[in-house]
Structure formats: structure tokens, C-alpha cells
């Protein structure tokens, strides 16, 4: 460690290193663009809240993070922000003067850095973005005259291959020049809180976590509705759920979860209604309930996790019947998925392991044999009024538990 | 604050009448009695106190009361002849003998716990001390207990024995006004909560909003939580135990066969050695040989529990680890002992999975079959074992059901047939609670484990009997034997030492203990509940209770009673890690529905006959309530 340092002293200095951060769907907007730029401003500094001081800004549809200090941690940052929702790509990069010299200086060391990875020989190219119309050359010619620094200054360790590299240098010259190597993906969609609040339905499961990311990913901020059936399942069933709800809070600036006393109400359904039809009669009990914490939370829709025909609540009759229950849009981002996309999405948002953890959760406690996969509306409406569910869906309302994830 | 009115009614049965103070100066302790509330008291009637000049008592025509000690040194000693005269004068005033205390800072520290069982002494008489203090003699002779106000020094006893006598006459009903003293600071081990008067408001300062509410039950529970939360500011001392006492008044736990409670003197040993004994063993200086001469007493200690000797104890992290080795550990250092291992087919994980991961070393795992009660079948045995067996693990008691395995039986008939055959027992169970001896049972090794027994955790132990060979677990360092090598968790092993001796010089007074909790426990199910099925038969080890209620989910019996404070757990599955029922119930023969529905009890020592009544009436509620709820079910 202390070797590098020395000689990193020599060549660039870790002070001039900063973030690039580059924005998708947010340069398309109009005049409202720059609420959108200041949210994401703001949700890039709440991201980077744990790393240290620093300075966010932006200029022409990039976004600089510059430390304030050398105590700033660079790496958590770039992992940090690889989460924020609006940004489509980050770059580690170094900065210098908009000078010819300071560039082509800088360029050798980022290539130098590059050709640490032991190899005996390594090609290169450039890729040069001039928005500084002031400087004397074009991208073009920069690119070519620092090629040739390049290989002047390496001679026969390095090589160009414009088709595939081993590594690209890329430079950007602006007020001042950055010059970087890397290109890290981020999630793109719409900066966190841009376009209002849903109430995610989450239950513990893979799907409801992915499909609060992917309306998270567009924006909208989330609160989550969780139904608990203590004593039929169990207290780390309920702490599965809040884990749950703190990754997929990590992607929008964190959630409050509702958590609704919810036994009594599958109690009544399992003793009053029709077993086949109980598992629909209890989605619409959770929709109305969900629909008031909703409206309490000011959110504008419910999302859940629901897929066509993954099962027997999810059949078109049964989402027919479930959506009747709800005055509000019910969004259901994975409706069209096949679980093993989903499953590939938990995996990348890090819900997976946790949702696969074998507690019960509110869903599969009191699935009935033999459900019924083509309910009519009418036949459970009929059904409905055997239980007192205007009383019970109260007092459930009134012992909600809410807690910060 | 429950403590405080339970003991108060004690108090009803034998409250103090009198107390006597014997004193050089009467007339300094006298002025204190004659003001507010004692001095109430006293009129009423309620309390005698009187004051004895000792200097009346002295033969000597000086009136001398003190003189120069033996020691030599400066000061004057009360001597011997007045304080006694005096005592014994007073004492035959008093109607029963009294209860004499003499007030030094050596003595017990007087506390709110200490009046209140002052406060039952019919009689108390108080010795105030003077000077250098008094002949020895006189503490040897008359002195029940000495009491200490606190760590400082006085001139003498009178300041001491007047905060004694004022501390105690207030405990006594009917000297402060009904229910004032239940409340009060230390009384209910927290400190009071902040009080108020009027105005409301002054100089812009409120009084806490719901005060003024009106609501009796709301200004209780912020009466408790301010008590509460000032005393974890102010005394963390005190609210330690208060959250103890907390605790273990609300907590009915019958899961000891998962882990038990570690005991105090367990703590304090382990907290002992952390603090003085922090020397590695291997170490060569002075610090390292005393850490390696409590190593070697623990040893010696937990080797005499079960009869073996000391050069036979390796120490483990757990049983786990001891079951694994055991098993894998023989078998890499005798590769021509056979390629046949044979298991209970109600061996524990740890055993069950070793043994099936050895399949891929091309070993192959014969399961012993059980008999209904959960028994190893003999003549099973008899068929099984064979020139090629190497190695026969079988569980001394089962951790689901208490069934006890014939380990004795098993070893003499397996090495009937193949003497060469290594013999390994998992102890966890029956350690400490039925007597387990090497020699008995006729085994190779045994495996404990601390923590079952009130016990550390992170500290197990290995009994290989001398002459077995075992490869080593870990290399390293060479601590146990080279066998075992890494720093030797002292302080664990320590505590569990201390436990372990307590726990087998104890083994039949506890079983005792433990099998009338068993017997009630099994009554008030089996009264109760008509279709609660006993698993666990009458032979099994009392430690542990299997009942099953068909039908029902036995974790669902669990997550409802535990709201009560009654902890259990299910019958089967072994972890909140697997879902997967454990073998041992289905070996026995019962279906699925009876071993959905089955929990484990399992007792301790520490448990009560009112903890289990409790506990078994918990359960039959919520029991009989979940059966209700199923019959909706069609």
C-alpha cells in the first residue's frame, strides 16, 4: 500500500481523481429538465452520504462527484452510485488542464495504470470527445497525436487495435480534461422521487421485491404494505420482509413498511369462505387494506408482484377479480415475466438469497388444496359477505406497525 | 415493583415491634426519633425504639468503657465486658431473641433488599461502634451480621443506625400512609420516576402533558417507563437487575435442549480468568504457566465427571466439532479399519451428515434401525456389524425424543462381533444429566458439549480413550497433544469446568427434580387435551418431553405460545435453517400428521413446579384454541 502510494506521488496525483457520471432518458426531457437534474443531484449526494465529503455537479448531461479530501472513499462511492436510478454509466477519472501537454502527460499515466495487469504486450486505442470548441485540434487529431505520444513513450509494449483493445483511453475535453479507462454500468430509468409514490405490496417472496425495483427504477418513490399472520408464521418471516424492503430501499432512497396484523382476517376466511376461493377472497382483503395505507401514504398506485398464471391467483379470471377490489391503478411490473427472469433480476438487485430464506410467508400458510383457477367476480362478491370484512379490515388498519427500512 | 408488594405481604406474617440501640451517645440518636414520621409511628404504638447507654453497663469505677488495642497502633478498642453485659441485659427485655447487627464498613451493604428483610425481625438491635472499633470477641459472640452503609468511614455507628432504624420503621405497614412506600425509589428495583405539584406551569416550565390527562392507566405505564429510563441513565447497576428479574418472571423457557441459560458462576469464573488468567497456556513466562495450571485443574476436573483420564480430554469448539472429528478423525488415522460405518437412524446432523459425507471416500453408512420407544434394535445390530464396520455412532440420548440408547449393550454386542470396531457416542445430551462414564458405556469416544448444562458456548470436548488412534483436526501450534491445535479457549473452559463439576456431583437430586416437572407437564396435556399423543415414553431421559398434537402445525403451537413468555420448540425439525422433518420421528413409525403437530419440552434443573404448570396451562389453551379454529376447515 504504502509502495503505491509513492509511486502514484510521482505520476498522477489521487487528488485529481473524480467521478463522470452520464444521465440517459433526462437529456430527452424538456423544460422541465432541470428538476429532474436537481433531484438527481440530490439522490446522488444521499448515495454518497457514507463516503465522505464531496462536490456533485453538473454541466451538458454529465455529472461530476469531486472529493473534497483524501479520506473520501472512492470505491464505495463507484459502487454506490452504480445504484442511483438515472444515471446510465459512471467513470473513474482523472483530471487536468485543457492544455495539450498536461493531456498527453495524463494519458500516459492512465496508461500506464492500465498495463499493470501483467501482460507482456497490450493494445490500446482513443476515443476523443471535444466539447471545448476552443481547443486548437480536433477529436480526431487529438486522438491520433496522443496515440502517437503513446507509442513513442511505451514503444514496443504497446500496440493500436481500434476493433478490440485491450483498453481504450478516453478523453474528454472540456473546461478541463478528463481522462479515464473505465465505463461502469448503472440502472438508468428516472431519478428517485421525479415521478411520485406507489405502495408496494411485499410479501417476502422473489417476485414482490423485483417488482418494487423496476417501478423504483422509473422514479417513483415506494412505501411497502406487508401482511403478517403471527402466530402462523414467524417472527424472522417478518424480519425476512423488512431485509427485503432495506435492498430495495438501498435503490430509492429507503422505504416505510406498514406492517398489517393481518391472522385474524385469514382466520375468518379460512372458517367462514369457500376454500377454493379463499386465496382470492384474501388478495382483495389485502388490496383494500393496501389501498389505505396507500392513500394515508399519499402514494398513487399499488404495485405487487404478480405474473400471469405463475399461480392459481394469478390466473386472468383471478387478477380480474383481485383488481376489481381496488379504486387505485394496480401496477404489476412483472406481469408479462417468466420467473426465471425475475429471478435473474432478484439476483442482480441482491434480494435473491434473502427471499429464498425458508420462512413462511403470508401467501403460503393458508393455501387452500385445490384453488380455484377460473373464479368469477360474482360467485366471490357472494362469497365475501360471510365475513364481516368493512370491521376486520379496520381493526387490521388500526394495529399497523410502521416501521423505517 | 411485583417484587415489592410480594414481599410486603410477607412482611405482614412478622413485622418488627422494637428496636434497640446500643450507643456511647443516646442522646444524639434519640433527637433523630422524635421528629415526622418515626416519630408518629412511635406514638401510635406501632414501633418501640429505646437507647442503651453501654457506659451504665461497665464494672469498671472510671466508667471506662474503651482501652489501647493489643496491636499496639493509635486509637482506643470498645472493650469486651460492657457491650456484653449490655446485650445480654437488653436482650432479656425483649420478648423473642433479637437480631443483633453492629454497623461497620465490613459488613453486608445495607440496601432497600436488606430493610425489607430487616423489617421481619421481630426484634433488632443495633451496635454502634466507636473509636477504633470494638474487641473481636464481641462480633464472634453476639453479632448475627454486620452492616455497612456504604464504602466510607465514620466516627461511629450512631449515623448508621439511624438511617438503618428510619429505613426500616418506614416499611412497616401503617407508618406511612397505605401504598406510598410501594412506589418509591429502590423499592421496586427502579428508581422513582420524576414527580410533580402544583402549578402546572412556572417560569414557562410544564409538567409532562399527560399528567394532566386524567387517564389512570396511560400515567401508570409513563410512570414505568420514566422509572425505567432514569434508572438505565442514573444506575445501570440496579436496572441490570431489574431487567433480569424482568426477564426471568416473564420467561418460561423449556427449550434446554437447545441451550440453556449460562449460569452465574460460570460468568464470574469465565469473567475471573478473562481478567487475571489472559496468558496464553503455551507461553513460557509465569502468565503462561498460570493460565496453563487452570487449564490442566479444568481438565483434571471434567475428565473425574466421567471417569476418564485426563491425558483422554481434548477440548472442542463444540460437539459438533467433536462428532466430526470423532468419526472422520479415526477413520484417516486407521484407513484399514473397515469401509462400513454404522449410525442410529436418530443420529443428530452433525453425525448424519459426517457419516453420509464419507460416501464420496468410499465408505459405505449402515442406519440402525429403532424400535417404536425409539431404540436401537440389538438384533439389528447383531446383523449389521460386520469384519469391515469401523466405525458404530450411536446418540446416548436422543435431543428430540429423550430416549436413552443401551450405549452399554450396544458397544459389548458390536465388539462381540468385531472387537476392532471403534464405538463413538454424542454425549450432548445426557452429559451432566444422567451419569455418563467412559468406562460404562463402554465406548471409544464421547462427545459434550458446555452450553447444554448452563455451560459457555464455543466450548465442547472430545473423550478419546487412550490407545485409539485419531488424526489430527487441526495442525499448528501442537496444543492438545498436537491433536488440536489452536489457543485454548480458557475462559470457556474454565466455566464449563465449574458447571460441569456442580452439574454431575448433582446429576440424581436434579433428575428428581426433573422428572416431577416431566410428570406434570405430561398430566395436565394428557388431562387436557384428549388427542395430545406422548411420544416421549416413560424410560425416556426426563430432560426431555415429545408430545404431539395431530393436526396440528407445530410451529404454529410454537409462535403462540411464546406470546405467553412460554418458549418450546417443534418436535422435529431441527433448525430455523432446514425445513425438512428430522429423521427420528419417522423412523419410529409415526406419519406426518402426528410429527407435524409434535413439540419438544425440555427441561432444566432451574425450572419450577409453578413455571411448568403455567407453561403446560399455556399450552393446552392455545392448543385447544387452534384445534377450535380448524374445525372451520372443511
Known amino acids: 500500500m504504502q509502495e503505491e502510494k509513492a509511486e502514484d506521488k510521482t505520476g498522477v496525483d489521487e487528488m485529481d481523481r473524480i467521478i463522470l457520471a452520464r444521465i440517459g432518458e433526462i437529456a430527452l426531457k424538456g423544460l422541465n429538465r432541470c428538476t429532474f437534474e436537481q433531484r438527481l443531484a440530490r439522490n ?13 455537479r453538473w454541466s451538458q448531461s454529465r455529472y461530476f462527484v469531486e472529493p473534497a479530501n483524501e479520506s473520501f472513499q472512492f470505491d464505495k462511492a463507484l459502487e454506490m452510485l452504480s445504484g442511483v436510478f ?22 500516459k499515466e492512465v496508461a500506464k495504470k492500465a498495463m499493470s495487469t501483467g501482460k507482456e504486450k497490450y493494445t490500446f486505442k482513443i476515443e476523443t470527445k471535444r466539447g471545448l470548441k476552443t481547443f486548437p485540434m480536433n477529436s480526431p487529431t487529438i486522438s491520433a497525436e496522443i496515440g502517437g505520444d503513446l507509442l513513442e513513450a511505451f514503444g514496443g509494449k504497446l500496440k493500436v487495435d481500434v476493433n478490440n483493445p485491450d483498453f481504450i483511453i478516453y478523453i474528454e475535453v472540456r473546461e478541463s480534461t478528463y481522462v479515464y479507462t473505465e465505463i461502469l454500468e448503472a440502472p438508468g430509468g428516472m431519478p428517485t422521487g421525479s415521478n411520485g409514490k406507489g405502495c408496494l405490496l411485499i410479501s417476502g417472496g422473489i417476485d414482490s421485491p423485483v417488482a418494487g425495483y423496476m417501478i423504483a427504477k422509473r422514479g417513483v418513490s415506494l412505501c411497502a404494505v406487508h401482511f403478517y399472520s403471527y402466530p402462523y408464521t414467524s417472527e424472522r418471516a417478518k424480519d425476512k420482509v423488512l431485509e427485503l424492503a432495506k435492498i430495495v430501499g438501498r435503490y430509492c432512497g429507503g422505504m416505510k413498511v406498514f406492517v398489517v396484523p393481518f391472522t385474524d382476517i385469514q382466520l375468518a376466511i379460512d372458517e367462514k369462505c369457500r376454500e377454493e376461493l379463499s386465496t382470492v377472497i384474501m388478495r382483495r382483503s389485502m388490496m383494500r387494506i393496501a389501498e389505505r395505507v396507500a392513500r394515508k ?19 386472468m379470471q383471478a387478477l380480474y377479480c383481485t383488481d376489481n377490489a381496488a379504486d387505485m391503478p394496480i401496477f404489476r411490473p412483472l406481469i408479462g415475466m417468466d420467473k426465471m427472469e425475475v429471478v435473474a433480476i432478484a439476483r442482480k438487485i441482491g434480494t435473491f438469497e434473502t427471499s429464498i430464506l425458508p420462512y413462511e410467508d403470508c401467501c403460503t400458510v393458508f393455501t387452500p388444496k385445490h384453488p380455484k383457477t377460473r373464479p368469477s367476480l360474482s360467485e366471490v362478491l357472494e ?22 427500512c | 415493583m411485583m417484587k415489592t408488594t410480594q414481599t410486603a405481604k410477607k412482611a405482614k406474617n412478622n413485622v418488627i415491634k422494637r428496636i434497640d440501640i446500643l450507643t456511647l451517645f443516646p442522646d444524639m440518636v434519640n433527637s433523630a426519633f422524635q421528629e415526622s414520621i418515626i416519630s408518629r409511628a412511635v406514638s401510635k404504638d406501632i414501633l418501640k425504639i429505646n437507647c442503651h447507654q453501654i457506659r451504665k453497663y461497665t464494672t469498671n469505677k472510671q466508667g471506662k468503657v474503651d482501652d489501647y488495642p493489643y496491636s499496639g497502633g493509635p486509637g482506643l478498642v470498645m472493650a469486651y465486658q460492657p457491650i456484653a453485659d449490655c446485650i445480654r441485659s437488653v436482650s432479656a427485655e425483649c420478648d423473642s431473641t433479637p437480631y443483633v447487627i453492629y454497623m461497620s464498613p465490613q459488613g453486608n451493604p445495607f440496601n432497600q433488599k436488606k430493610a425489607q428483610e430487616l423489617v421481619q425481625k421481630e426484634n433488632l438491635m443495633i451496635l454502634c461502634g466507636h473509636y477504633e472499633g470494638i474487641d473481636e470477641r464481641v462480633l464472634e459472640e453476639f453479632i448475627d451480621e454486620e452492616v455497612s452503609l456504604g464504602d466510607f468511614v465514620l466516627t461511629g455507628g450512631e449515623i448508621p443506625a439511624m438511617a438503618v432504624a428510619d429505613c426500616v420503621a418506614r416499611l412497616i405497614p401503617g407508618v406511612l400512609a397505605e401504598g406510598s412506600a410501594e412506589k418509591e425509589s429502590h423499592t ?11 402549578p402546572a406551569e412556572i417560569e414557562g416550565k410544564k409538567i409532562p402533558e399527560i399528567l394532566l390527562s386524567g387517564k389512570h392507566d396511560e400515567i401508570e405505564k409513563w410512570q414505568v417507563k420514566t422509572a425505567e429510563e432514569r434508572t438505565k441513565l442514573k444506575r ?25 441459560r449460562q449460569a452465574d458462576v460460570v460468568t464470574e469464573e469465565m469473567c475471573r480468568t478473562v481478567k487475571f488468567l489472559y496468558g496464553n497456556p503455551s507461553s ?21 465427571t466421567i471417569g476418564a483420564a485426563e491425558k483422554e480430554i481434548y477440548f472442542t469448539s463444540c460437539a459438533t466439532e467433536s462428532n466430526n472429528w470423532a468419526i472422520k478423525g479415526y477413520l484417516e488415522a486407521n484407513p484399514r479399519a473397515g469401509k462400513k460405518v454404522l449410525i442410529s437412524a436418530t443420529e443428530h446432523p452433525s453425525v448424519l451428515e459426517t457419516a453420509q459425507s464419507l460416501t464420496k471416500s468410499g465408505y459405505t453408512v449402515g442406519f440402525l434401525p429403532v424400535d417404536s420407544k425409539g431404540i436401537v434394535d440389538i438384533e439389528e445390530l447383531k446383523k449389521a456389524v460386520t469384519a469391515d464396520t469401523a466405525v458404530i455412532s450411536v446418540m446416548h440420548v436422543n435431543s428430540e425424543t429423550g430416549a436413552i440408547q443401551p450405549i452399554k449393550e450396544i458397544a459389548n454386542a458390536a465388539k462381540a462381533i468385531n472387537p476392532n470396531v471403534m464405538v463413538h457416542s454424542d454425549c450432548v445430551q445426557s452429559y451432566g444429566k444422567l451419569q455418563v462414564n467412559a468406562k460404562a458405556l463402554g465406548v471409544d469416544m464421547l462427545s459434550v458439549s458446555a452450553h447444554k448444562i448452563h455451560g459457555p458456548r464455543g466450548v465442547g470436548f472430545l473423550y478419546v480413550k487412550d490407545g485409539i488412534r485419531i488424526a489430527p483436526l487441526l495442525c499448528g501450534g501442537g496444543q492438545e497433544k498436537a491433536l488440536r491445535s489452536g489457543t485454548e479457549n480458557l475462559p470457556a473452559i474454565a466455566g464449563f469446568s465449574v458447571i460441569a463439576k456442580q452439574a454431575n456431583e448433582k446429576i440424581k437430586e436434579h433428575e428428581e427434580h426433573v422428572k416431577e416437572l416431566n410428570i406434570i407437564f405430561r398430566e395436565i396435556l394428557t ?11 416413560d424410560e425416556c431421559c426426563p430432560y426431555v418431553l415429545n408430545v404431539a398434537f395431530p393436526g396440528l402445525r407445530a410451529e404454529v403451537i410454537q409462535h403462540s405460545v411464546e406470546q405467553k413468555g412460554v418458549y418450546i420448540s417443534v418436535g422435529s425439525a431441527c433448525s430455523s435453517h432446514k425445513k425438512d422433518r428430522s429423521p427420528t420421528l419417522t423412523s419410529m413409525g409415526y406419519n406426518n400428521n402426528v410429527i407435524d403437530g409434535a413439540i419438544r419440552i425440555s427441561f432444566t434443573y432451574q425450572n419450577t413446579a409453578e413455571q411448568v404448570k403455567f407453561a403446560a396451562k399455556v399450552i393446552c389453551a392455545e392448543v385447544k384454541k387452534l384445534y377450535a379454529r380448524r374445525k372451520g376447515r372443511r
Request: with cysteine.
Open chain 1, 86 to 107: 438515472g444515471l446510465v454509466s459512471i467513470s473513474p477519472a482523472y483530471v487536468t488542464k485543457s492544455e495539450y501537454a498536461d493531456i498527453s502527460a495524463l494519458a
Open chain 2, 188 to 198: 421496586g428495583l427502579l428508581l422513582e420516576y420524576p414527580q410533580y405539584t402544583r
Open chain 2, 527 to 537: 388431562e387436557e387435551i384428549r388427542a395430545c399423543n406422548v411420544i416421549s415414553s
Open chain 1, 297 to 315: 401514504s399519499g402514494s398513487s398506485a399499488l404495485i405487487t408482484g404478480e405474473s400471469v398464471g405463475q399461480v392459481a391467483s394469478q390466473t
Open chain 2, 236 to 260: 445501570p447497576d440496579l436496572y441490570e437487575i431489574y431487567e433480569e428479574e424482568k426477564l426471568n418472571s416473564q420467561t418460561y423457557y423449556f427449550d434446554n435442549s437447545a441451550t440453556t
Open chain 2, 284 to 304: 513460557l513466562h509465569h502468565m503462561g504457566l498460570e493460565a496453563e495450571r487452570r487449564l490442566t485443574e479444568a481438565r483434571k476436573t471434567i475428565a473425574e
Open chain 1, 44 to 56: 446522488m449526494k444521499a448515495a454518497l452520504s457514507d463516503c465522505g465529503e464531496c462536490k456533485v
Open chain 1, 383 to 404: 362469497e365475501e359477505k360471510k365475513a364481516d370484512f368493512i370491521a376486520m379490515e379496520n381493526e387490521a388498519f388500526e394495529g399497523i406497525e410502521v416501521i423505517q
